[in-house]
Protein backbone atom coordinates (compact mmCIF):
# COMPACT_ATOMS: atom_id res chain seq x y z
CA UNK A 1 0.00 0.00 0.00
CA UNK A 2 1.15 3.56 -0.88
CA UNK A 3 1.16 6.17 1.48
CA UNK A 4 1.86 10.09 1.32
CA UNK A 5 4.67 11.46 3.31
CA UNK A 6 5.83 14.85 3.96
CA UNK A 7 9.26 16.33 4.36
CA UNK A 8 8.95 19.04 6.96
CA UNK A 9 12.24 20.30 5.91
CA UNK A 10 10.78 21.38 3.02
CA UNK A 11 7.48 22.73 4.36
CA UNK A 12 6.19 26.14 4.25
CA UNK A 13 3.38 25.91 6.54
CA UNK A 14 0.80 27.31 4.02
CA UNK A 15 -1.72 24.81 4.94
CA UNK A 16 -2.98 23.84 1.49
CA UNK A 17 -3.08 20.53 2.25
CA UNK A 18 -4.82 20.71 5.47
CA UNK A 19 -7.74 23.00 3.85
CA UNK A 20 -7.84 20.53 0.54
CA UNK A 21 -7.72 17.53 2.06
CA UNK A 22 -8.22 17.27 6.27
CA UNK A 23 -9.42 13.77 6.52
CA UNK A 24 -5.35 12.55 5.47
CA UNK A 25 -3.82 15.91 6.62
CA UNK A 26 -3.42 17.16 9.77
CA UNK A 27 -1.63 19.38 12.24
CA UNK A 28 0.22 17.71 15.32
CA UNK A 29 1.11 19.11 18.77
CA UNK A 30 4.53 20.35 17.27
CA UNK A 31 2.88 22.34 14.56
CA UNK A 32 4.32 20.07 12.10
CA UNK A 33 2.12 18.34 9.45
CA UNK A 34 0.91 14.66 10.21
CA UNK A 35 -0.69 11.92 7.43
CA UNK A 36 -3.28 10.14 9.25
CA UNK A 37 -3.35 6.25 9.31
CA UNK A 38 -5.46 5.23 6.80
CA UNK A 39 -6.22 1.99 5.35
CA UNK A 40 -6.13 3.33 1.97
CA UNK A 41 -5.56 6.75 0.92
CA UNK A 42 -7.69 9.05 -1.34
CA UNK A 43 -5.25 8.94 -4.54
CA UNK A 44 -6.90 11.21 -6.70
CA UNK A 45 -7.31 13.76 -3.83
CA UNK A 46 -3.87 13.35 -3.00
CA UNK A 47 -2.54 13.77 -6.35
CA UNK A 48 -4.41 17.35 -6.15
CA UNK A 49 -2.65 18.20 -3.09
CA UNK A 50 0.91 17.06 -4.15
CA UNK A 51 0.09 19.32 -7.50
CA UNK A 52 -0.50 22.40 -4.72
CA UNK A 53 1.52 21.93 -2.29
CA UNK A 54 4.40 24.99 -2.39
CA UNK A 55 7.16 23.42 -0.94
CA UNK A 56 7.04 20.08 -3.27
CA UNK A 57 6.92 18.25 -0.26
CA UNK A 58 4.31 15.26 -0.32
CA UNK A 59 5.55 12.27 -1.78
CA UNK A 60 3.99 8.84 -2.07
CA UNK A 61 6.09 6.06 -0.15
CA UNK A 62 5.15 2.29 -0.28
CA UNK A 63 4.74 1.09 2.57
S1 LIG B 1 0.75 21.93 1.32
FE1 LIG B 1 2.92 21.39 1.51
S2 LIG B 1 3.95 23.26 2.14
FE2 LIG B 1 1.77 23.56 2.52
S3 LIG B 1 1.47 22.96 4.67
FE3 LIG B 1 1.05 21.15 3.40
S4 LIG B 1 3.00 20.06 3.30
FE4 LIG B 1 3.45 22.13 4.00
Not at 33 to 52: G, M, T
Request: charged content about 30%.
Amino acid sequence: MKRPVVDMADCVDCDTCLELCPEVFRRNDLGGIQVADLSQYPEEQIEEVIKNCPGDCIHWEQG
